[in-house]
């Protein structure tokens, strides 16, 4: 038999089937809950609710480990292309040489926007924030390329790419009207990361030096950012996603959602922390006396996780690319000093030991972004192109599975209860 848990509730058993994941994972199913017993469950902020069974990502909070459909994520930085991950990610599996070439054709052939387009970008307000832009674009793409209506296989996999391809351009062309600057085209005989680079970066006075350790820096970057499971940024694709919204929609939903400084956002947080330290010369020791004070809303970003209770790997593999990068790149970064000080700091302070904070990857992800010239607002960009794979994959299971719910939690009301409507004349 099957394992169940028993559940006593006002003096009556309850029994719930088990669910174990490929890794022993165990959740108990609580589907008829309500149903058999009248009671929900109450997990503010889902800790602990799992909303899916998922095959792509596997992470273990407790050990650092972190797996994309099996792989650790050591060996994707170390041996694979990004484009070669998103593939492995959306597909389930490694492509072989022909299908890895094929996506890298498409992804070409698919990137550039449509130049209508262009006149949105010009009608932002100069200070606009580039993640606010790009959630609103990747929205817009929907009405200029709906083919995803016609819910073939090949017109799905076809708009995977178009998007993938695409947010790249987006995401420089709003970085280069945000300067003033001309457009820079894509280029067919670049990859994936130079493209984008040289997009960002190419002038008609000064033609960009594609420097291949910076592309490959983009490329872990961006390999290390690919999925997490079911962060807030995904969680927010699926539940939207669920409404049976197009995936352009689901997909903004998730620029949007990450934008946040507790999720993606920390990354430019991150380093405006370390920028106003090194400004004000305040006190490291000063600094982590704030974070922990409680009366203070000051928290260390870059540091602690929802989900890891140890070095977040990403950060690890982060870590040791400040100390490669950086000095291959001639740059001298005065933040990756107070950086490293701070960790220092805080990983013998018994606060952030009792409550396992540890740096997270967007700690020192800002400083790799840096030293590659990528400016500040840019960073969550960066993050979200990272991570479009993953939530591009997180939609497709939704969308494959035929029994694909939609997101809909319950409450515990704790208003006013039946009240009757009084007169303006009477109030
Ligand atoms: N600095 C100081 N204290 C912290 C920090 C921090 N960075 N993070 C958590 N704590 C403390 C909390 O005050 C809380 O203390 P308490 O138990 O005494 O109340 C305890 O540690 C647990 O923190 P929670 O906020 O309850 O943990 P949660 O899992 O809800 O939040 C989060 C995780 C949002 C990442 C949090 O650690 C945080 O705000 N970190 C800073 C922002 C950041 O770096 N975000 C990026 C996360 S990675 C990503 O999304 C890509």
């Not at 054709?105 to 790009?134: C, K, T, W």
């Not at 959602?257 to 507790?262: D, F, K």
Request: glycine fraction near 6%.
């Amino acid at each position: 038999m099957s394992e169940v848990v028993k559940m006593i509730i006002e003096g009556k058993t309850y029994e719930f089937p088990v669910i174990e994941g490929s890794e022993g994972e165990k959740a108990f199913d609580i589907t008829k809950l309500r149903q058999q017993t009248g009671y929900i469950t109450m997990d503010p902020g889902f800790g602990n609710t799992g909303s899916c069974t998922s095959a792509i990502t596997f992470m273990d909070g407790e050990k650092g480990i972190l797996r994309y459909r099996g792989i650790p994520v050591e060996q994707l930085a170390e041996h694979s292309s990004f484009v070669e991950t998103a593939y492995l990610l959306i597909n389930g599996r490694l492509p072989n040489k022909q299908e890895l070439t094929r996506t890298s054709v498409q992804l070409n052939d698919d990137s550039l926007i449509h130049e209508d387009m262009q006149i949105f970008y010009q009608n932002f307000p100069r200070r606009a924030h580039p993640m606010g832009i790009l959630s609103a674009m990747i929205n817009a793409l929907r009405s200029f390329y709906p083919e995803l209506e016609d819910t073939d296989p090949e017109g799905i996999n076809r708009t995977f790419l178009r998007l993938l391809s695409k947010i790249r351009t987006m995401a420089a062309m709003s970085y280069r009207i945000s300067r003033g600057h001309k457009v820079v085209y894509p280029r067919a005989d670049y990859s994936y990361c130079a493209n984008f680079l040289n997009m960002m970066f190419h002038s008609p006075v000064r033609p960009y030096e594609l420097d291949p350790d910076i592309v490959e820096a983009l490329n872990v970057f961006w390999i290390l950012h690919a999925d997490h499971e079911q962060n807030c940024s995904t969680a927010a694709v699926r539940v939207v996603g669920s409404g049976r919204v197009n995936l352009y929609a689901a997909i903004s939903a998730g620029i949007a959602a990450l934008w946040g400084p507790l999720h993606g956002g920390a990354n430019q947080a991150v380093i405006e922390m370390l920028t106003n330290i090194h400004k004000s010369g305040a006190d490291i020791e000063d600094v982590v006396r704030r974070a922990k004070d409680k009366d203070d809303p000051f928290r260390l970003m870059g540091f602690g996780h929802r989900v890891y209770k140890t070095y977040d790997p990403r950060a690890r593999i982060m870590k040791k690319m400040c100390d490669t990068v950086l000095p291959k790149l001639k740059v001298e970064d005065p933040l990756l000093d107070i950086a490293r000080r701070l960790e220092e700091v805080a990983l013998t302070d018994p606060y952030f030991i009792d409550k396992n904070l540890y740096p997270n990857v967007d700690f020192y992800s800002g400083i790799v972004l840096r030293a590659m010239g990528i400016p500040t607002e840019m960073f969550t960009v960066m993050f979200a192109i990272g991570r479009l794979p993953g939530w591009i994959s997180q939609w497709k299971e939704g969308a494959d599975d035929p029994n694909w719910k939609i997101s809909r939690p319950r409450q515990v009301y704790t208003g006013n209860i039946a009240t009757d409507y009084v007169p303006i004349n009477k109030r």
